[in-house]
Protein backbone atom coordinates (compact mmCIF):
# COMPACT_ATOMS: atom_id res chain seq x y z
CA UNK A 1 0.00 0.00 0.00
CA UNK A 2 2.55 2.13 0.84
CA UNK A 3 4.56 2.13 -2.70
CA UNK A 4 0.48 2.57 -4.62
CA UNK A 5 -0.42 5.50 -2.90
CA UNK A 6 3.88 7.08 -3.24
CA UNK A 7 2.38 5.98 -7.42
CA UNK A 8 -0.58 7.92 -7.27
CA UNK A 9 0.96 11.24 -6.13
CA UNK A 10 3.50 10.91 -8.41
CA UNK A 11 1.01 10.59 -11.08
CA UNK A 12 -1.13 13.23 -9.64
CA UNK A 13 1.48 16.42 -9.57
CA UNK A 14 2.18 16.84 -13.47
CA UNK A 15 -1.91 16.92 -13.34
CA UNK A 16 -1.96 19.24 -10.76
CA UNK A 17 0.89 21.30 -12.24
CA UNK A 18 -0.49 22.19 -15.38
CA UNK A 19 -3.74 22.79 -13.85
CA UNK A 20 -2.26 25.43 -11.84
CA UNK A 21 -0.47 26.79 -14.92
CA UNK A 22 -3.68 26.84 -16.72
CA UNK A 23 -5.36 28.95 -14.03
CA UNK A 24 -2.19 31.42 -13.92
CA UNK A 25 -2.91 31.67 -17.63
CA UNK A 26 -6.44 32.67 -17.76
CA UNK A 27 -5.83 34.93 -15.03
CA UNK A 28 -3.17 36.38 -17.16
CA UNK A 29 -5.53 37.06 -19.91
CA UNK A 30 -8.04 38.70 -18.26
CA UNK A 31 -5.71 41.56 -17.21
CA UNK A 32 -6.49 44.61 -19.98
CA UNK A 33 -3.07 45.21 -21.90
CA UNK A 34 -4.39 49.45 -21.73
CA UNK A 35 -6.25 50.83 -18.71
CA UNK A 36 -7.21 54.13 -20.17
CA UNK A 37 -10.27 53.89 -22.27
CA UNK A 38 -10.00 56.26 -25.33
CA UNK A 39 -7.34 56.17 -27.77
CA UNK A 40 -4.71 59.33 -27.70
CA UNK A 41 -5.72 59.63 -31.56
CA UNK A 42 -9.16 60.78 -31.16
CA UNK A 43 -9.78 63.75 -33.25
CA UNK A 44 -11.35 66.89 -31.52
CA UNK A 45 -14.85 68.27 -33.12
CA UNK A 46 -15.19 71.93 -33.43
CA UNK A 47 -18.49 72.84 -32.03
CA UNK A 48 -20.66 74.70 -29.28
CA UNK A 49 -20.82 72.46 -25.78
CA UNK A 50 -24.32 73.18 -25.75
CA UNK A 51 -24.61 70.40 -28.67
CA UNK A 52 -23.16 68.34 -27.04
CA UNK A 53 -24.29 65.59 -24.72
CA UNK A 54 -21.96 66.31 -21.56
CA UNK A 55 -22.90 63.48 -19.56
CA UNK A 56 -20.89 61.00 -22.38
CA UNK A 57 -17.09 61.24 -22.91
CA UNK A 58 -16.51 64.09 -25.48
CA UNK A 59 -13.28 65.18 -27.01
CA UNK A 60 -13.75 68.49 -28.55
CA UNK A 61 -12.93 72.47 -29.42
CA UNK A 62 -15.98 74.76 -27.40
CA UNK A 63 -15.75 77.78 -30.09
CA UNK A 64 -18.35 80.06 -27.66
CA UNK A 65 -15.78 80.72 -25.39
CA UNK A 66 -19.01 81.33 -22.80
CA UNK A 67 -19.63 77.49 -21.46
CA UNK A 68 -19.14 76.12 -17.94
CA UNK A 69 -15.73 75.31 -18.66
CA UNK A 70 -15.00 78.82 -19.56
CA UNK A 71 -16.71 80.55 -16.28
CA UNK A 72 -15.32 77.86 -13.84
CA UNK A 73 -11.64 78.86 -15.45
CA UNK A 74 -12.84 82.34 -14.90
CA UNK A 75 -13.66 82.16 -11.43
CA UNK A 76 -10.71 79.78 -10.39
CA UNK A 77 -8.18 82.52 -11.77
CA UNK A 78 -9.67 85.19 -10.21
CA UNK A 79 -10.00 83.54 -6.83
CA UNK A 80 -6.10 83.07 -7.47
CA UNK A 81 -4.94 86.57 -8.40
CA UNK A 82 -5.92 87.74 -5.23
CA UNK A 83 -3.56 85.61 -3.23
CA UNK A 84 -0.55 86.23 -6.00
CA UNK A 85 -1.25 89.97 -5.80
CA UNK A 86 2.86 90.45 -5.96
CA UNK A 87 2.59 88.44 -9.33
CA UNK A 88 3.88 90.55 -12.09
CA UNK A 89 2.38 88.33 -14.56
CA UNK A 90 -0.45 86.52 -14.05
CA UNK A 91 -0.15 83.56 -16.96
CA UNK A 92 -2.32 80.42 -18.41
CA UNK A 93 -0.99 77.81 -20.29
CA UNK A 94 -1.34 77.15 -24.16
CA UNK A 95 -1.45 74.54 -26.40
CA UNK A 96 -0.33 74.55 -30.40
CA UNK A 97 -2.56 73.12 -32.09
CA UNK A 98 -2.90 73.00 -35.99
CA UNK A 99 -1.10 76.10 -35.91
CA UNK A 100 -3.31 77.55 -33.47
CA UNK A 101 -3.28 78.23 -30.00
CA UNK A 102 -5.48 76.24 -27.39
CA UNK A 103 -6.73 76.56 -24.20
CA UNK A 104 -6.44 72.51 -23.11
CA UNK A 105 -8.83 71.60 -20.13
CA UNK A 106 -7.18 67.74 -19.35
CA UNK A 107 -8.91 64.82 -18.08
CA UNK A 108 -6.94 64.92 -14.92
CA UNK A 109 -5.74 68.06 -13.14
CA UNK A 110 -6.66 71.59 -14.25
CA UNK A 111 -5.96 74.33 -16.80
CA UNK A 112 -2.11 74.85 -15.77
CA UNK A 113 -1.14 78.61 -14.41
CA UNK A 114 1.61 80.18 -13.75
CA UNK A 115 2.43 83.50 -11.54
CA UNK A 116 5.36 85.21 -11.85
CA UNK A 117 6.67 87.88 -9.12
CA UNK A 118 10.12 89.07 -8.17
CA UNK A 119 10.88 86.15 -5.71
CA UNK A 120 9.35 83.40 -6.75
CA UNK A 121 7.17 81.22 -10.10
CA UNK A 122 4.20 80.07 -8.73
CA UNK A 123 2.52 77.09 -11.29
CA UNK A 124 -1.22 75.73 -10.26
CA UNK A 125 -3.64 73.15 -11.69
CA UNK A 126 -1.66 70.93 -12.16
CA UNK A 127 -1.33 67.66 -10.61
CA UNK A 128 0.37 69.44 -8.06
CA UNK A 129 1.05 73.09 -7.21
CA UNK A 130 4.60 73.93 -7.29
CA UNK A 131 6.77 77.11 -6.34
CA UNK A 132 10.32 78.12 -7.60
CA UNK A 133 12.00 80.75 -5.47
CA UNK A 134 14.02 83.64 -7.10
CA UNK A 135 16.16 86.07 -6.47
CA UNK A 136 15.03 89.92 -6.94
CA UNK A 137 16.61 90.22 -10.64
CA UNK A 138 14.43 90.91 -13.68
CA UNK A 139 16.40 91.91 -16.91
CA UNK A 140 14.18 92.77 -19.89
CA UNK A 141 15.30 93.47 -23.43
CA UNK A 142 13.97 93.64 -26.55
CA UNK A 143 10.99 90.95 -26.70
CA UNK A 144 12.43 88.91 -24.01
CA UNK A 145 12.53 89.10 -19.95
CA UNK A 146 15.05 87.51 -18.11
CA UNK A 147 14.24 86.15 -13.90
CA UNK A 148 16.92 83.66 -12.36
CA UNK A 149 16.31 81.45 -9.61
CA UNK A 150 18.35 80.92 -6.14
CA UNK A 151 20.65 78.44 -8.11
CA UNK A 152 21.68 81.07 -10.55
CA UNK A 153 18.96 79.17 -13.67
CA UNK A 154 17.18 81.39 -16.04
CA UNK A 155 13.76 81.44 -16.27
CA UNK A 156 12.88 83.47 -19.60
CA UNK A 157 10.02 84.94 -21.32
CA UNK A 158 9.76 85.52 -24.75
CA UNK A 159 7.04 86.84 -26.91
CA UNK A 160 5.66 85.23 -29.82
CA UNK A 161 3.00 87.44 -30.80
CA UNK A 162 0.88 90.08 -28.90
CA UNK A 163 -0.68 87.75 -26.74
CA UNK A 164 1.55 84.89 -26.79
CA UNK A 165 4.91 83.92 -24.61
CA UNK A 166 6.95 80.91 -24.72
CA UNK A 167 8.40 80.02 -21.03
CA UNK A 168 11.77 78.48 -20.89
CA UNK A 169 12.73 77.10 -17.50
CA UNK A 170 14.81 73.62 -16.98
CA UNK A 171 13.46 72.90 -13.84
CA UNK A 172 10.05 72.80 -15.77
CA UNK A 173 11.49 69.86 -18.31
CA UNK A 174 9.89 71.55 -21.14
CA UNK A 175 8.79 74.78 -22.59
CA UNK A 176 5.28 76.13 -22.56
CA UNK A 177 3.09 78.74 -24.61
CA UNK A 178 0.81 81.36 -22.11
CA UNK A 179 -0.75 84.16 -22.11
CA UNK A 180 -1.98 86.98 -19.39
CA UNK A 181 -5.69 85.36 -17.84
CA UNK A 182 -7.23 88.64 -19.07
CA UNK A 183 -6.80 87.10 -22.47
CA UNK A 184 -8.66 83.79 -22.29
CA UNK A 185 -11.88 83.90 -23.72
CA UNK A 186 -9.62 85.05 -26.97
CA UNK A 187 -8.53 81.55 -27.44
CA UNK A 188 -10.82 78.33 -28.12
CA UNK A 189 -11.03 75.71 -25.22
CA UNK A 190 -10.12 72.17 -26.20
CA UNK A 191 -11.75 69.72 -23.90
CA UNK A 192 -11.38 66.50 -22.44
CA UNK A 193 -14.13 65.91 -20.94
CA UNK A 194 -13.84 62.35 -18.95
CA UNK A 195 -16.70 62.15 -16.51
CA UNK A 196 -13.98 60.31 -13.92
CA UNK A 197 -13.02 57.64 -16.10
CA UNK A 198 -9.35 57.01 -16.34
CA UNK A 199 -8.85 58.51 -20.16
CA UNK A 200 -5.55 58.78 -21.96
CA UNK A 201 -4.76 62.56 -22.53
CA UNK A 202 -4.66 64.61 -25.73
CA UNK A 203 -1.09 64.15 -26.90
CA UNK A 204 -1.58 65.64 -30.77
CA UNK A 205 -0.33 69.17 -30.24
CA UNK A 206 2.79 71.03 -31.62
CA UNK A 207 5.81 72.17 -30.04
Given at each position: MKYKFFFVVIVLLPFLSCKNDETQKNETATI?????????????????????????????????????????LVSEVSLESKD?????????????????????????????????????????????????????????????????????????????????VQLKYPKLNHSVYLTSVENLRNFEMMINNCLGEKVREFDKFQE
Open positions: PEDLYVIPSDSIPERTRASALNLEEYQLFIDTTKTSKFYENQSKAIYRFIELKKYNDRFVIYKPCSGKVPRYYISKEKIVTKGNLENIEYPLKDFMLSAGNRVLFKDEQGVSLGLKEINEQV
